[in-house]
């Protein structure tokens, strides 16, 4: 199983442009692009260091795509870069003007690299200019920790992400399809750095994170419970889940489909799509002097047959 790694996008304005894998072989030269669709496998293919280091942007660090720009000493930077430096060369301080390296650009063009994703499993060849494309839809591409309480950065396949949860963050794990959880807070009033539970179900041979949130809409808190699916949209849709909540003779369900990790937790909470619960509502069905939160959330996940 592979190591859970921490991981970065290379420049926060450009988040998908990353260094290939230093330590993977790339490819030649002069190499038709016939295969750019299917990513097929070439052995023996290798570019050098050399040419690899011409196509790295000496600013961002990350590999370059046109607009590559030069000054008149030839040194280059990428376009995202320029601005940068207040369009002085990095190297040599002269100014860069509006050059662009063509050369460079059609050297670009006839190399074929590998996926990125090569060490997750991925095992195609892309043309230079297909690459990154390919990329950000990759199958192997790892998944980010889906954990909501904290900024976390590792990320890893669902085994080692599972194991992460487990061990770095303490998250409860459960196995089966049906689950019956309590949520209590002293102070329903007020919501501070965001009141949030993650619960781990494992099912159908598969791994599903319940989300339970507090979060603050116009005035009032607001309760809202999603599931999400560890692992790709398209497999998502193979699902179904319903949740309900309910008290004093009341009760509120929601069915849906869960949604992929793919999509981050802060995306789904804002588009809603859970069982909300309205602040009010939620004291009703907590009962007693409506001074504290008390809800029960059940529900279960099938298969779509």
């Not at 059609?106 to 991925?122: D, H, N, R, T, Y």
């Not at 199958?139 to 949860?165: K, M, T, W």
Request: proline letters at 6%.
């Amino acid at each position: 199983m592979a190591t859970v790694m921490p991981y970065y996008d290379d420049i926060q304005s450009h988040p998908e442009v990353i260094n290939s894998p230093k330590t993977v072989g790339l490819a030649d030269l002069g190499e038709p692009a016939d295969d750019s669709a299917t990513g097929v496998l070439k052995p023996n293919v290798t570019v050098s260091s050399s040419v690899r280091d011409l196509l790295e942007c000496p600013v961002c660090l990350n590999a370059m795509y046109p607009p590559i720009h030069q000054c008149s000493n030839g040194h280059t930077l990428c376009s995202g870069c320029k601005p940068r430096v207040h369009n002085r060369c990095p190297t040599c301080r002269h100014e860069l003007g509006n050059i662009r390296c063509l050369a460079l650009e059609k050297v670009a063009a006839s190399l074929e690299l590998p996926c990125k994703f090569q060490i997750f499993g991925c095992i195609g060849i892309y043309p230079y200019y297909s690459k990154l494309k390919h990329e950000s839809q990759c199958q192997f591409r790892p998944y980010n920790c889906p954990y909501a309480g904290s900024e976390c950065s590792v990320i890893g396949d669902i085994p080692d992400l599972v194991a992460h949860l487990k061990d770095d963050h303490k998250v409860d794990m459960h196995n089966g399809s049906t689950f019956n959880h309590r949520y209590v807070k002293s102070n329903p009033h007020e919501v501070e750095n965001a009141t949030w539970m993650l619960t781990v179900f494992s099912c159908f041979g598969r791994y599903f994170c319940l989300h339970f949130e507090a979060f603050q809409l116009g005035v009032a808190p607001v309760y809202i419970a999603f599931l999400r699916f560890m692992g790709d949209d398209k497999e998502a849709k193979n699902y179904s889940y319903s949740l309900e909540v309910g008290g004093n003779g009341r009760k509120l369900v929601w069915q849906g489909v869960p949604r992929s990790i793919r999509d981050s937790h802060r995306k789904v909470r804002d588009s809603f799509d859970g069982l909300i619960i309205q602040r009010n509502m939620a004291l009703f069905f907590s009962g007693g002097d409506r001074k504290e939160l008390k809800l029960r959330v059940t529900g279960r996940i099938w298969k779509e047959q």
